[in-house]
């Protein structure tokens, strides 16, 4: 029987940490692209029933609640990042039943679930929420509100609501490997190794691979990666302008470094 | 613009609905028949969704029972909910519309949404596995379960409730892919219609989705003792389980499959033939 591969040696486990923190750059720069197909499914969204506003709720295993991930239309913006209970509301009402639903007049109901609608400084007259729903179960919920040329959503709404759920789910679950660095180095170093190698010691080199990824003295490279990654969604002269703006810093910067580098070695004499 | 829409509803809406028209199968079955002189009395509706409010206006006290799932380390628990409330107002809603068609029944809450459940598939399973037991007359879902895990349990519920005598009427799902029990042929599915009258229903005769009743703005009952105007086929299903109930109660003998065929044969889409004009 063969012998079970040993786990790496020091040189191995460094190139590992590095391997393990370029992926997760690259997943944070390139990792808008599950997001950036949301976000066209909401503009899309907001264009097609000329809504107000349009949103997608993603559940979050973690927290077990329902976290707004992305929005479209001048009144949508401030829902992002917000999260609420999923036994809350109209959205938590969808996702926990998978029930599609239209609500006329919710402003005028002061009982409707306002959590999120307060928050947001914004609160609905008409609503539709759809489920999300991939092969196996109900992932998140899509919201339109206000439709502006109407006071209610119909049933052809509905299910043409239905059918942009669904291009987000499948965008979704394409994704959802990548949005996860363990789980991507995982994907690709299993098949690789092979059946020989023991399943802990595989857990163990992805550990290593991911081990450095949250520690603080990464965090301003992480702020940077982020603050890149965000530069896809602006506009082309922007980037260029904020490119510029970098150069300038980091060059000022490696001067002053290499000044005080000069200094230490005049004071060394 | 051809999409794959799920369009449980289009053979229901608009100029689709003139499709629906035939002759009647059993000419002297009518509505006076069916369900006339008829409140429900005798009969028990579960409603399996988010609670019913027991002091809503809408439900008029008919609340008999409240009953909730409990998800803990085991099996599933059904327990008694004596607060009675309805986390949502989807529940009381459902509450509303079959009290308002069939003032006598009796009704009787299964909550499976809450702070202590969140509404798994499973919950849903115990709960209409309680209303088969109790031998409800008519249950009414206004939710499915997408999981393919409990494509089995279900149609199991679906084929257990048909042969106790337990009418399901289930609200068709408007997402794309399968959502159960609502598809199976046991239980009565609904999808919505988009004209404004409690008591105009269709049938389908190309299933899955047989039945379509008001769906679209309808003045509902909400959390709180409020009201709310919505739509979805989550309030056309409550439409087919009153009138069911008041078909119930007047012809105690009929079975599920018999109250399906006086359903289409009271339908709207039903014609009378050139014989009675």
């Known amino acids: ?269 | 613009m051809d999409l794959d829409l799920p369009a449980w509803s289009e053979p229901f809406s608009g100029e689709r609905r003139a499709q629906l028209l035939r002759p009647r199968a059993f000419p002297g079955i009518d509505r006076e028949w069916a369900w006339g002189g008829s409140t429900g009395a005798g009969m028990t509706v579960a409603i399996i969704d988010s609670g019913v409010e027991r002091d809503h206006p809408a439900v008029g006290g008919m609340l008999r029972r409240s009953v909730r799932v409990e998800l803990g380390e085991d099996e599933p628990a059904v327990v008694d909910d004596p607060e009675a409330l309805d986390v949502v107002g989807h529940g009381t809603a459902c509450a509303g519309i079959i009290h308002g068609l069939a003032p006598d029944a009796e009704l009787v809450s299964v909550r499976v949404l809450g702070p202590d459940n969140k509404g798994k598939g499973i919950a849903f399973a115990a709960a209409l596995d309680w209303a088969i037991e109790q031998g409800a007359h008519v249950v009414n879902l206004s939710l499915s379960s997408k999981s393919d895990a409990l494509f089995g349990t279900f149609h199991d519920l679906a084929d257990q409730a048909y042969f106790a005598n337990v009418l399901l009427v289930s609200a068709a799902n408007n997402v794309p892919g399968p959502s159960y029990p609502s598809l199976f042929a046991a239980v009565v599915s609904v999808a919505a219609h988009d004209l404004a009258d409690a008591w105009t229903f269709f049938y389908n005769p190309d299933p899955p989705v047989e039945f379509g009743a008001y769906g679209l703005d309808v003045d509902v009952a909400w959390r709180d003792g409020g009201r709310i105007v919505a739509t979805g086929n989550s309030f056309a299903a409550p439409h087919i389980a009153g009138i069911a109930a008041l078909i119930r109660a007047k012809h105690p003998e009929a079975t599920p499959f018999e109250i399906k065929s006086i359903l289409a044969a009271t339908s709207n889409g039903a014609v009378r033939d050139n014989h009675r004009g």
């Open chain 1, 1 to 269: 029987m063969t012998a079970r591969t040993p786990l790496p040696g020091r040189a191995a486990r460094q190139l590992l940490i590095e391997l393990g923190t370029r992926v997760e750059a690259a997943r944070r720069l390139e990792g808008g692209a599950g997001q950036a197909v949301l976000r066209s499914i909401v503009e899309a969204t907001v264009n097609l029933f000329q809504a107000h506003a349009a949103s997608i709720a993603l559940y979050d295993p973690t927290t077990d609640r329902l976290v707004y991930r992305v929005a479209a239309g001048e009144q949508g913006q401030g829902v992002i990042g917000l999260s609420i209970r999923t036994d809350q509301g109209i959205a938590g009402y969808v996702y926990t039943t998978g029930q599609a639903l239209a609500l006329s007049d919710v402003a005028n109901d002061a009982r409707f679930g306002r959590a999120v609608a307060e928050k947001t400084a914004y609160i609905p007259n008409t609503i539709v929420a759809v489920p999300l729903v991939d092969e196996e179960r109900t992932i998140g919920v899509l919201s339109v509100l206000d439709k502006r040329d109407s006071a209610s959503f119909s049933l052809r709404d509905m299910e043409l609501a239905g059918v942009f759920a669904r291009q987000a789910a499948i965008a979704i679950t394409a994704s959802r490997v990548e949005r996860d660095t363990a789980a991507l180095l995982a994907a690709v170093l299993e098949p690789l190794a092979g059946p020989n190698v023991d399943p802990d010691a595989m857990e163990d080199l992805v550990r290593t691979a991911t081990s450095e990824l949250g520690r603080d003295d990464q965090s301003g490279l992480w702020r940077l990666v982020d603050l890149a990654a965000r530069l896809r969604s602006v506009q082309p002269e922007q980037v260029g302008l904020v490119a510029d703006l970098l150069t300038v810093l980091v060059e000022h910067s490696e001067r002053n470094s290499r000044r005080r580098h000069r200094g230490r070695s005049r004071s060394a004499d």
